[in-house]
């Protein structure tokens, strides 16, 4: 199999179909219609800006911007599904709104001043961001008892640095290595959070949609049949999810039939399970680690799929955000398969670097302390900033409790990882494929240690290590 | 140039039969794992040591982009 130039193949029918002037309304109704589960009217406005994209591509960057200031404007609380809301209730819309758009102004002006500033200080320039956001919330800690700034910090400011922080550092590098001009208008739409990506840019920045960006009908026709189906899957395990969550925890959405509604809980909480976990057989606890993986993956792939499924109807073919984590063999498999752009934003950001900084040492340990950086400090570094928003309002114990779940679930990912890694490097070019049930052991591994550390993902701010810690012990079969 | 792409595509090859699926030539889908084997390919075979400003993972997940690395940090472009 070789990796050589291969011809484009010819346009499948379904490609000329979606071609057509008939296709592409079909695709922007129908965009509409799945959209309006998770962007409610706005979805009007997404379908719109899919149909001008369509028919007028060279101006595609242009309704995009102008799409992404729209939604910005009207949905203050924008929420995907059950994915993470972009925009929290109780945000300072007018202040919020201001800081976001003197934050990019800056960004923009200081990106533009590259070629004239000295060499050093442009290749310092994520850490000069970095830095100002931290000393930001410094400052806003540090200030905590002045009410107006409680209330801005823990409105606006706390929810629009984690927004913009990451998006920020993509748009740097971009202008880092971009030389020519490039109109802040055309790709304001890969800064601003529009889409609700919650901290993580889908689709990266500038440079990662510029490389993705369609150049002719066929091509778009082609990234449009994968929004399409990329919508059509969103919908599909949002169904899945309101099944899943209705027979596992009797939680019955709106639309189901009540046929379906068991007559008891089959299953605890991942809540419940926390606080106690001894009340329930063994098989219950195990089985609950599992379906609130199942729960949390099936989240994030709505999520994921809606957002990209946007991207590509809008002409950016960028790849999927999740790929059948579940049919992982190994560990590094899953993760690279679970959540693609936060690997890549670790990946970037943090162990790129870190593996071309330690050239010098065997393959082995530059790997361990690229995955360690990316896995431990990375992944730290990023939820701690996710978390300002309670160390800004004084609320440590909130705080406290995050945090020291997170860097337990880190380091576990971490150790996991290292691990992972070390087979695949020992193993090398010399891999088989496994038997059957040899690859359904190893996905039930591999499921199994993500189930497991899930219990220190779980979002619950209130519960304490000690009960996570617990939940642990009670997993144990001779408790 | 020829020989350096024919080389790569050597070593691609043996990459995506690692992996048990194929790589297309101008989106090459690299895990984490295969961009550190081609980051050591570059280093070894051509004694390229990149610096975290001058290259992006991205930049190594397509033929033209690696062929352009090696263009434009090896030592005369001479393999190793």
Same mark, same amino acid.
């Given at each position: 199999?070789?990796?050589?130039?291969a011809?484009?193949?010819?346009?499948?029918?379904?490609?000329?179909?979606?071609?057509s002037?008939?296709?592409?309304?079909?695709?922007?109704?129908?965009?509409?219609a799945?959209?309006?589960?998770?962007?409610?009217?706005?979805?009007?406005?997404?379908?719109?800006?899919?149909?001008?994209?369509?028919?007028?591509?060279a101006?595609r960057?242009?309704?995009?911007?102008?799409?992404?200031?729209?939604?910005?404007?009207?949905?203050?609380?924008?929420?995907?599904?059950?994915g993470?809301?972009?925009?929290?209730?109780?945000?300072?819309?007018?202040?919020?709104l201001a800081?976001?758009?003197?934050?990019?102004?800056?960004?923009?002006?200081?990106?533009?001043?590259?070629?004239?500033?000295?060499?050093?200080?442009?290749?310092?320039?994520?850490?000069?961001?970095?830095?100002?956001?931290?000393?930001?919330?410094?400052?806003?800690?540090?200030?905590?008892?002045?009410?107006?700034?409680?209330?801005?910090?823990?409105?606006?400011?706390?929810?629009?640095?984690?927004?913009?922080?990451?998006?920020?550092?993509?748009?740097?590098?971009?202008?880092?290595?971009?030389?020519?001009?490039?109109?802040?208008w055309?790709?304001?739409?890969?800064?601003?959070?529009?889409?609700?990506?919650?901290?993580?840019?889908?689709?990266?920045?500038?440079?990662?949609?510029?490389?993705?960006?369609?150049?002719?009908?066929?091509?778009?026709?082609?990234?449009q049949?994968?929004?399409?189906?990329?919508?059509?899957?969103?919908?599909?395990?949002?169904?899945?999810?309101?099944?899943?969550?209705?027979?596992?925890?009797?939680?019955?959405?709106?639309?189901?039939p009540?046929?379906?509604?068991?007559?008891?809980?089959?299953?605890?909480?991942?809540d419940?399970?926390?606080?106690?976990?001894?009340?329930?057989?063994l098989?219950?606890?195990?089985?609950?680690?599992?379906?609130?993986?199942?729960?949390?993956?099936?989240?994030?792939?709505?999520?994921?799929?809606?957002?990209?499924?946007?991207?590509?109807?809008?002409?950016?073919?960028?790849?999927?955000?999740?790929?059948?984590?579940?049919?992982?063999?190994?560990?590094?498999?899953f993760?690279?398969?679970y959540?693609?752009?936060?690997?890549?934003?670790?990946?970037?950001?943090?162990?790129?670097?870190?593996?071309?900084?330690?050239?010098?040492?065997?393959?082995?340990?530059?790997?361990?302390?690229?995955?360690?950086?990316?896995?431990?400090?990375?992944?730290?570094?990023?939820?701690?900033?996710?978390?300002?928003?309670?160390?800004?309002?004084?609320?440590?114990?909130?705080?406290?409790?995050?945090?020291?779940?997170?860097?337990?679930?880190?380091?576990?990912?971490?150790?996991?990882l290292?691990?992972?890694?070390?087979?695949?490097?020992?193993?090398?070019?010399?891999?088989?494929?496994?038997?059957?049930?040899?690859?359904?052991?190893?996905?039930?591994?591999?499921?199994?240690?993500?189930?497991?550390?899930?219990?220190?993902?779980?979002?619950?701010?209130?519960?304490?290590v000690?009960?996570?810690?617990?939940?642990?012990?009670?997993?144990?079969?001779?408790? | 140039?020829?020989?350096?792409?024919?080389?790569?595509?050597?070593?691609l090859?043996? &990459? +995506?039969?690692?992996?048990?699926? #194929?790589?297309?030539?101008?989106?090459? %889908?690299?895990d984490?794992?295969?961009?550190? $084997?081609?980051?050591?390919?570059?280093?070894?075979?051509?004694?390229?040591? &990149? +610096?975290?400003?001058?290259?992006? #993972?991205?930049?190594?997940?397509?033929? %033209?982009?690696?062929?352009?690395?090696?263009? $434009?940090?090896?030592?005369?472009?001479?393999?190793?």
């Amino acid at each position: 199999m070789q990796p050589a130039l291969a011809k484009p193949a010819a346009p499948s029918p379904v490609v000329l179909a979606a071609r057509s002037l008939l296709g592409r309304l079909w695709i922007t109704v129908f965009a509409g219609a799945a959209l309006i589960p998770a962007f409610g009217y706005t979805a009007l406005a997404f379908a719109v800006a899919i149909g001008l994209a369509s028919f007028l591509p060279a101006w595609r960057r242009s309704i995009l911007s102008a799409l992404a200031i729209l939604v910005c404007l009207v949905n203050q609380n924008l929420k995907l599904a059950s994915g993470p809301s972009i925009l929290s209730a109780n945000w300072v819309p007018l202040g919020a709104l201001a800081l976001g758009a003197a934050w990019i102004l800056t960004l923009s002006i200081w990106t533009r001043l590259f070629a004239r500033l000295p060499r050093w200080l442009v290749r310092h320039s994520l850490l000069l961001l970095h830095g100002a956001a931290l000393a930001l919330i410094l400052a806003l800690w540090a200030f905590r008892q002045l009410a107006v700034l409680k209330a801005f910090a823990a409105g606006a400011l706390c929810t629009l640095v984690p927004e913009l922080l990451w998006r920020s550092a993509y748009w740097i590098k971009w202008r880092g290595r971009e030389t020519g001009r490039a109109p802040i208008w055309a790709n304001l739409f890969a800064i601003l959070p529009f889409v609700g990506a919650g901290g993580v840019p889908i689709g990266k920045g500038p440079a990662y949609f510029g490389k993705h960006e369609v150049r002719d009908a066929d091509r778009l026709a082609l990234a449009q049949v994968e929004g399409v189906k990329l919508l059509a899957l969103a919908l599909l395990w949002q169904a899945a999810d309101a099944v899943l969550a209705c027979v596992l925890w009797r939680f019955k959405a709106e639309w189901l039939p009540t046929w379906i509604v068991p007559a008891h809980r089959l299953l605890p909480t991942m809540d419940l399970l926390l606080r106690l976990p001894m009340r329930f057989p063994l098989w219950q606890r195990w089985a609950c680690l599992y379906g609130e993986l199942f729960h949390a993956i099936l989240v994030l792939a709505v999520y994921s799929h809606t957002i990209v499924g946007i991207f590509c109807l809008l002409g950016f073919h960028i790849p999927r955000n999740m790929r059948s984590p579940l049919l992982a063999t190994t560990i590094l498999d899953f993760w690279g398969r679970y959540y693609f752009y936060f690997k890549e934003l670790l990946m970037d950001f943090w162990f790129f670097p870190v593996f071309l900084r330690t050239a010098r040492l065997p393959a082995l340990w530059r790997t361990m302390l690229a995955t360690v950086s990316a896995a431990f400090v990375g992944n730290l570094y990023y939820h701690l900033v996710l978390y300002w928003p309670a160390l800004a309002s004084g609320d440590w114990m909130t705080f406290r409790n995050q945090a020291t779940a997170r860097v337990i679930y880190c380091a576990l990912l971490a150790a996991g990882l290292c691990g992972s890694f070390a087979r695949s490097l020992k193993r090398g070019s010399s891999v088989s494929p496994a038997p059957l049930p040899r690859r359904l052991f190893q996905v039930l591994v591999v499921s199994a240690f993500f189930a497991l550390i899930h219990v220190w993902n779980f979002i619950d701010p209130v519960i304490p290590v000690a009960r996570r810690l617990a939940l642990w012990q009670a997993l144990l079969p001779w408790r | 140039m020829t020989d350096h792409r024919a080389r790569l595509s050597e070593f691609l090859a043996s &990459l +995506a039969a690692a992996r048990g699926a #194929p790589l297309e030539s101008d989106a090459l %889908d690299l895990d984490s794992l295969a961009l550190l $084997q081609v980051v050591m390919y570059l280093e070894q075979n051509y004694g390229i040591r &990149l +610096a975290d400003h001058d290259v992006e #993972p991205d930049d190594l997940r397509s033929v %033209d982009g690696i062929l352009s690395l090696i263009e $434009q940090f090896a030592d005369a472009a001479s393999p190793r």
